[in-house]
């Protein structure tokens, strides 16, 4: 199949996962043509069926705001049409749903038919896709799409319920991991950079915005920390950056933590931990936690949204209400608190991800595309 993937290339989760399964596509023998902005942050595999396409907005005077989605529309016309593509796939509803359909239409005025298949990542819908002035063209491109999926049953029940007159069939196809991505073994001299006395090591991996929670990532490892010698390592960077150093230094705690800013790659540095925080307000799925467990970390997360559906509570973690510090930080503690119990809750995290390895996810997307191929009636090559 020929299949052209819209996404953010930047270091958000639906971007990760659209890159990931491009590149897993390809690997299967497909060509994928990825479509954005710029190139994405993951895509550091060539080969001969991995194509990037880069969206270009001009910088003209008259323009206060660029019109993203018009020359993401264009370019998708021009992309379908000369490498002969069979579908797209779009991945986060704003604005790249809308951006497809204008495609599929005017592409239907040159007789050529490119149905769209869009994936629904979670703020599109939870937190961006709720402002009531989007909610007119999600609604609309989300019914007129060739068939949708969501990443976890929590996030399309959300959609329901934030938009009632969505009437299309959304199907949930989960997350997944390339668990031999995450065979890096704890590397002792590593870990002794960091824990340099054989501390326990947390770490919390985000784009630290509001919905993260991170003050609650200090305030925990701040509980953790009077009751055992630990470090924390931040990984990520984003608007709440300056309040967490604030936060350190109002706890004392900066002596503790290390900021590592924003990893490409973060398998290396997770190998290497001992406990993954993650107290978000909302995650549709919370890739960030699976990303974790598949390197044998266990996850202390909150119990919103999709974090239920991935995280077990009691045996690859634990779960706990938003906000509630000082269970999150008990339920750390008994965690950490000798090697056995750390070392089951780390076999129990590495079987939990094994649900969600990417050889079983990645043929419900080829079934999902060879139906909407055979509903449009396009043969494929
Ligand atoms: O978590 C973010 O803020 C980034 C966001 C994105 O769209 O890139 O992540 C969302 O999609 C990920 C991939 O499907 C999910 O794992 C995250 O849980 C989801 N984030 C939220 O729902 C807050």
Redesign the pocket.
């Known amino acids: 199949m020929k299949i052209g993937i819209v996404c953010?290339p930047t270091f958000?989760?639906?971007?990760v996962?659209a890159t990931e399964l491009g590149k897993a596509l390809a690997e299967k023998g497909h060509q994928v043509h990825f479509i954005t902005y710029s190139q994405p942050v993951r895509l550091d595999f060539f080969s001969d069926n991995l194509f990037y396409h880069e969206v270009s907005v001009s910088d003209y005077p008259l323009f206060e705001y660029q019109p993203y989605e018009l020359v993401l529309s264009s370019k998708l016309v021009d992309v379908v049409k000369y490498e002969k593509l069979d579908l797209l796939h779009v991945h986060?509803a704003i604005p790249h749903a809308s951006a497809a359909y204008m495609a599929k239409q005017i592409l239907a005025s040159q007789g050529i038919n490119i149905p769209f298949i869009t994936t629904l990542?979670?703020?599109?819908i939870?937190l961006v896709g709720k402002d009531p002035s989007f909610e007119p063209v999600i609604t609309f491109a989300i019914n007129e799409s060739d068939a949708v999926t969501a990443?976890s049953e929590s996030l399309k029940e959300d959609t329901y319920v934030n938009f009632p007159n969505v009437k299309k069939d959304i199907q949930v196809i989960p997350?997944f991991i390339c668990l031999e991505d995450h065979k890096s073994e704890n590397n002792q001299c590593h870990k002794k950079m960091y824990a340099p006395n054989g501390e326990r090591l947390l770490i919390h991996v985000s784009?630290f915005?509001k919905?993260k929670r991170v003050e609650d990532v200090l305030r925990i490892f701040d509980v953790v920390r009077k009751k055992m010698p630990a470090k924390l390592i931040l990984v990520g960077d984003g608007p709440e950056r300056g309040n967490i150093e604030k936060l350190c230094r109002e706890l004392n705690t900066c002596e503790d933590i290390k900021s590592l800013g924003k990893i490409v790659n973060p398998e290396q540095v997770l190998s290497i931990a001992d406990l993954f925080l993650l107290p978000?307000e909302?995650?549709?799925?919370?890739?960030a936690a699976l990303e974790a467990m598949a390197s044998k970390v266990p996850v202390i997360s909150t119990n919103s949204?999709?974090l239920s559906e991935v995280n077990k509570n009691g045996f690859s973690g634990y779960m706990s209400n938003v906000g509630d510090i000082e269970d999150m930080a008990k339920n750390a503690i008994h965690i950490l608190k000798d090697d056995a119990t750390l070392n089951q809750f780390k076999i129990n995290a590495y079987e939990q991800a094994k649900k969600f390895d990417i050889a079983k996810i990645l043929p419900m997307y080829e079934k999902l595309y060879t139906e909407v191929l055979a509903k449009n009636k396009i043969l494929v090559k």
Do not use: A, I, Q
Request: net charge negative.
């Open positions: 953010y958000g989760g639906s971007g996962v986060y990542h979670g703020t599109d939870t990443v997350n784009n915005r919905v978000s909302t995650e549709s799925f919370g890739l949204g999709g």
